[in-house]
């Protein structure tokens, strides 16, 4: 074949251009600067941090060998049970495996989301949990163990459903958005999240940042106080706090009377918030994690009071070195609803697989870059609240694909258990962790691998 | 506990001494025996500032607190009728569902706070921040209030018949503010409106429920502009 002529002058052939991009001025932040001066507005988006943070991925296990005894991966008992709220609650919370369903609220999500999470949480004998905009009827009757959330908005916030709930978690924070209120777009308030939550139609709501009858620790302790008493000391109370300053705010929360503590790293979801938020503020769940941990023993408080982290826990491994680190137990939301399907390029309706890149399409974005969780147009069915939309997920296939989920994380949990040695999740221990960075070395204050160093403790 | 709910049941009237007994105590018997007790009336004697005094009641009773009472008295309040002879702290009532709460003295901070529904009723002044994110309550405040009052308030009616402070209404969605007295600066989208015959009959509704003395026409309506109820780019950010 005749390859065509190029006639162009030596000059313009590409192998000449100029074509060095900026390091400062990349084309990701062109298109930011673009986008900020033709709208004048921030974007809002949903999901979590996409940059890249010191992670889980960032540590091994040290297995058994000569000098540590392995289990024997399928034969030997390795438990999962987990209890959560022995300090105070006359009920604790007792869980089949220590992985547990963030909270996500209704409005984010749509009511049949909410019936399928419940639904797979009964089935693993493990909890879920309400969100801003108050408990659905679907969501109670489909879960064993329901955790309900008291948010700084009280949106749908009653002593019926209080009573109703199995543990009442009080939401200072959350990890993409710490010190940020919660958001749901006018396009997600149809009429009956508008009526849950004493709000007009289509407006664009903000959630409240604090709450509004307290304001520091002192008050925190009282109001817990009061919940305990309006509940007759019956439920755990549960405090979950964005992942900043987090000794100094775990330590606020165990003297407020939590009976657990639930910490949210920077890797956290949510259904809709400022993109500067996501990626600029809070820091990562490994480190906050160890500091977490840190603030309760030096509070003498391991075993008294629970740890949950969550934010970026995916995968059984991200479990495994979590309890390592010292959590109870860990919660998971984004993994949840790629359980569901959220970023495939297909939905599954009436036995068969249906192509739902033409939706994404319209909403200007792709299956594996969707993150727009915020326009309630989800094209697969799991963050809308349009009655089109919202049937592309069938709560019970929902609910079979979360179970196969965890019930894989689990699996993967007690095999590295094992392989560590151990008869039980929970005795998964920080000396059987290093690290392959010096940062994630520094963050979880675990050797870095092949030496004895770890930054800020030991040599340097 | 089951005696003392039996011997009063004959005449329906039961004293509870918080000297003498614990708040839990209180409230376990209002939560769990009271229903059955065939009491209609509880006397709460020296409350002495205890915070969670007769909080969570799910039942029709009218309860007294002879003193002053700590943080979140009647907080969650459905069905009873509480009466305060005294002062109280912060969220009296707050996230009350029904019923009526009255203070015969001052309150503090977040009085009435996420109310849904009843009445509250304060005779003397309240602190910051009352009806903040109120959800269907009505208030009335027989003297004045403090700043940020009612905001993020989003149903329901609070009635000032003294003066309001700074930011009263700040960012308000359809709850809608009475006051007779000064307001001392308006919130984000708070903005003064012409008092309708539907306010002049609600302004009197609520004055007469409350039992103050007064009349409509003296009282100025809040509510909210609604320019915050979408994004908006040209909206002053400094809001």
Sequence with gaps: MNKPVDDRPATEHPAHFSLEESWGYDRKVLDYIRSAAAHGLYEIRGLGAKRHVPHFDDLVFLAGSASRYPLEGYREKCHTRTVLGTRYARKPIELDIPITFAGMSFGSLSARVKEALGRAATELGTSTTTGDGGMTREERESSRTLVYQCLPSRYGFNPDDLRKADAIEVVIGQGAKPGGGGMLLGQKINPRVAGMRTLPEGIDQRSACRHPDWTGPDDLAIKIEELREITDWEKPIYVKIGATRTYNDVKLAVHSGADVVVVDGMQGGTAATQTVFIEHVGIPTLAALRQAVEALEEMDMRGKVQLVVSGGIRTGADVAKALALGADAVSIGQGALMALGCNNDTFFQDGEHRDATGDYARIQTAPGFCHHCHTGRCPVGITTQDEVLETRLDPLVGARHLRNYFKTMNMELTTVARACGKSNVHHLEREDLVALTIEAAAMAKVPLAGTHWIPGVNGL | ?239
């Design chain 2, 1 to 239: 506990m089951e005696r003392v709910a039996a011997r009063a049941a004959a005449n329906g009237e039961l004293t509870f001494d918080l000297g003498q007994r614990t708040v839990r105590d209180l409230n376990q018997f209002l939560h769990h025996d009271l229903p059955d007790s065939g009491v209609r009336h509880v006397e709460v004697l020296h409350p002495g500032g205890r915070h969670a005094i007769a909080a969570g009641v799910n039942h029709p009773v009218d309860i007294d607190v002879r003193g002053h009472g700590g943080y979140y008295l009647a907080g969650m309040n459905k069905f009873a009728t509480v009466t305060v002879h005294g002062n109280v702290g912060w969220g009296v009532a707050e996230n009350m569902m029904s019923g009526v709460v009255r203070v015969k003295g001052f309150a503090s901070e977040s009085a009435g706070a996420s109310g849904h529904g009843g009445t509250l009723i304060i005779e003397g002044d309240a602190s910051l921040r009352c009806g903040i994110s109120m959800k269907g309550i009505d208030i009335v405040v027989g003297g004045s209030i403090g700043n940020y009052s009612a905001f993020m308030a989003q149903a329901g009616h609070l009635l000032v018949c003294g003066d309001a402070g700074h930011a009263l209404g700040d960012s308000l969605y359809e709850a809608v503010i009475y006051v007779r007295g000064r307001i001392r600066s308006l919130g984000a989208d708070a903005r003064i409106e012409e008092m309708t015959d539907v306010d002049h009959a609600k302004v009197r509704e609520l004055l007469d429920r409350a039992g103050f003395a007064g009349e409509p026409e003296e009282f100025k309506r809040v509510a909210s502009a609604r320019q915050l109820y979408h994004w908006n780019a040209d909206a002053n950010q400094e809001y």
